[in-house]
């Protein structure tokens, strides 16, 4: 008799602390053995998810409670990596829906709340961070039902069950007079709320793949849940692929969850999740089937990319210097990997052999992809972010955002000017002690370039939170100001004496040392034109000047330009260079009159 076993999803808001309790729930579990060396969010292991803070990658784990196998799925907040929630929803039974006690419901939750209603999930509510000052508990559980009903739960879904909580202190509760002990109350309540999963062990093998995981030595490995039959290690099957073609193959590996690590398995039946290799042309939503009686699953549907950048080889003057990875095949062979594990990422070739068209889920979701890439050792140009279009019944339609900005009092005016430009429309003003909450429909091409107008209007103190709403009709033009740039002249090194004497003609992204080339964006001009400087120019040193005397004399600091930074900076006629030890801004043409 096998286990009784619980899947569930734990979704929420990005930040609003879901890794940090997945984290108490295995630390509670008993998975780490005594003094063993756990890091903060074990579940976010790759370097670029510490560092952010952020989930990217839905991640599977399992634990027991009494005698019940617990799959847990952590999945990303953040709606540039949808893709990753709406598949993962159709592996588990219930979710755990995580809402900070300060910030209540935010626009991610209501993305990733949608997805849960309709998969017709009945989720738990956790409310998280209750111990921080500020904290509201009972005003965030009233904000949560008005957002089921504001989505169109049914009544069943209405009467969710809820639990006030601390990831970082380790303890859920069910009322908060009760006393802060464990994780004991939200381990039961998964027990209590989240219903068994239904499947029939006897039926034929029908498993469907959610998860896209790549060994070197075992090749392509899909992950997902069994819905009937039995699986055993080494036995035959067959892929049912989205295009109607059978692919026979064997399961030449098994493997389970247990906390943290992969274990293999001889047998696993209905219910469970697995990881299984011997496919390598599975794709997500496909069906793994019995070779008898093979029966297709409802293939997953995953939303469609909104954004647009072009990929191109590096062809600068300092092209091939820093890079391992540089050519076109290399490009295009690194690309064509990526697909096989992001699912809402799409590569299409162009007219030029050194130019790829990339779509993904919106400026982070590419963005992330770009960091990845950088530090694996590839060095290319990308180009200026463009939204993708539709067409529907003759028209144009472009996709809307709903934006949500938490800024001071004092910076309202100027974030409701900022956006007005852009096209964007106020729906809902919320003020509270000293801070408003704005939210506004914007089309996502207005969104482009507007995080640096915001972290200038909040002076950095203002938060800012978008996610996909839906596709409309086309709206005007959308006005994004931006003064010109500052252009180096020629090729060099940039000196100290050049750029103090240019410092009156703007704002400069480079400090002296640095290595410049004709045509490379070294600056924001002051005024709306480009501007072309000689920032490599040297003192002429004499018998009656002394060379110590610049040494009082300060440089203002120049802007870091981030990789996001530097993507939402860039205009139509400029790229990003990207290298493993530099990001560079740049004229497509380096040469004047083909730039006028």
């Known amino acids: 008799m096998s286990l009784p076993i619980r899947n569930v999803a734990i979704i929420a808001h990005v930040d609003h602390g879901k890794t940090t309790l997945v984290d108490a729930l295995l630390k509670q579990s008993g998975i780490f053995r005594e003094g063993e060396d756990v890091p903060d969010c074990v579940m976010d292991s790759n370097d670029l998810e510490r560092e952010r803070g952020i989930t990217i990658l839905s991640k599977n784990t399992?634990?027991?409670?009494?005698?019940?196998?617990?799959?847990?799925?952590?999945?990303?907040?953040?709606?540039?990596?949808?893709?990753?929630?709406?598949?993962?929803?159709?592996?588990?039974?219930?979710?755990?829906?995580?809402?900070?006690?300060?910030?209540?419901?935010?626009?991610?939750?209501?993305?990733?709340?949608?997805?849960?209603?309709?998969?017709?999930?009945?989720?738990i509510v956790v409310v998280n961070k209750i111990d921080r000052g500020q904290a509201d508990p009972h005003l965030a559980v009233d904000k949560v039902l008005d957002l089921f009903i504001d989505l169109g739960a049914d009544d069943d879904q209405c009467d969710f069950p809820y639990?006030?909580?601390?990831?970082?202190?380790?303890?859920?509760?069910?009322?908060?007079?009760?006393?802060?002990?464990?994780?004991?109350?939200?381990?039961?309540?998964?027990?209590?709320?989240?219903?068994?999963?239904?499947?029939?062990?006897?039926?034929?093998?029908?498993?469907?793949?959610?998860?896209?995981?790549?060994?070197?030595?075992?090749?392509?490995?899909?992950?997902?849940?069994?819905?009937?039959?039995?699986?055993?290690?080494?036995?035959?099957?067959?892929?049912?692929?989205?295009s109607d073609q059978v692919v026979k193959g064997k399961i030449t590996k098994l493997m389970g969850f247990e906390g943290l690590a992969r274990v293999e398995l001889e047998e696993a039946t209905a219910g469970m999740i697995v990881a299984v290799a011997g496919f390598a042309d599975a794709n997500i939503g496909e069906t793994i089937a019995c070779p008898d009686e093979p029966q297709a699953l409802p293939l997953i549907k995953v939303d469609e990319p909104t954004l647009q950048m072009t990929f191109l080889v590096n062809d600068?003057?300092?092209?091939?210097?820093?890079?391992?990875?540089?050519?076109?095949?290399?490009?295009?062979?690194r690309l064509m990997r990526e697909l096989e594990t992001n699912v809402a990422l799409r590569v299409e070739p162009t007219d030029s052999p050194d130019k790829f068209a990339v779509s993904g889920r919106g400026e982070l979701h590419l963005g992330i992809l770009i960091e990845t890439m950088r530090r694996e050792g590839y060095e290319f140009q990308v180009s200026q972010p463009q939204v993708i279009y539709r067409e529907v019944n003759g028209q144009p339609y472009e996709p809307f955002e709903l934006l949500v900005l938490d800024v001071p009092e004092d910076a309202v005016g100027g974030c409701m000017e900022r956006i007005g430009e852009r096209k964007g429309e106020m729906q809902d003003m919320r003020m509270t002690a000293g801070r408003s909450q704005l939210e506004f429909v914007i089309p996502a091409r207005g969104l482009i370039g507007f995080r640096g107008d915001f972290v200038r209007i909040t002076r950095g103190d203002g938060i800012m939170n978008h996610s996909f709403l839906e596709y409309r009709p086309l709206s005007g033009d959308v006005e994004t100001r931006r003064n010109g740039v500052l252009i180096s002249f020629e090729e060099g090194v940039a000196t100290f004496y050049a750029l103090k004497n240019a410092e009156d003609r703007g704002v400069f992204f480079i400090e002296p040392g640095t290595k410049v080339y004709k045509g490379m964006i070294i600056g924001e001009n002051n005024r709306p034109q480009d501007l072309e400087l000689n920032v490599c120019k040297t003192k002429q040193l004499t018998n009656h000047r002394a060379a110590s005397g610049d040494e009082l004399v300060q440089l203002q600091s120049p802007i870091d330009m981030s990789l996001e930074r530097a993507l939402e900076y860039i205009g139509a006629d400029e790229l990003v260079e990207v290298t493993p030890e530099s990001i560079r801004l740049r004229k497509m043409s380096a040469k004047k009159l083909a730039r006028r």
């Open 62 to 123: 399992a634990v027991h409670y009494q005698d019940t196998l617990i799959n847990i799925v952590d999945t990303p907040g953040h709606a540039d990596f949808g893709g990753e929630v709406e598949r993962v929803l159709g592996m588990v039974d219930g979710c755990i829906l995580i809402v900070d006690a300060n910030e209540g419901p935010m626009p991610q939750t209501r993305f990733v709340l949608k997805k849960a209603l309709e998969k017709g999930l009945r989720p």
């Open 163 to 242: 639990l006030f909580a601390s990831g970082l202190g380790g303890f859920a509760k069910e009322n908060l007079d009760d006393e802060d002990k464990d994780m004991q109350p939200l381990f039961e309540a998964i027990l209590g709320h989240v219903p068994p999963p239904i499947g029939d062990p006897n039926k034929p093998l029908q498993l469907q793949v959610t998860t896209l995981d790549y060994s070197d030595y075992l090749g392509r490995i899909v992950i997902g849940r069994i819905h009937n039959g039995t699986i055993k290690a080494g036995q035959q099957a067959i892929l049912l692929q989205d």
């Open 316 to 333: 600068s003057p300092f092209a091939g210097q820093e890079g391992q990875f540089v050519t076109s095949r290399q490009l295009r062979d």
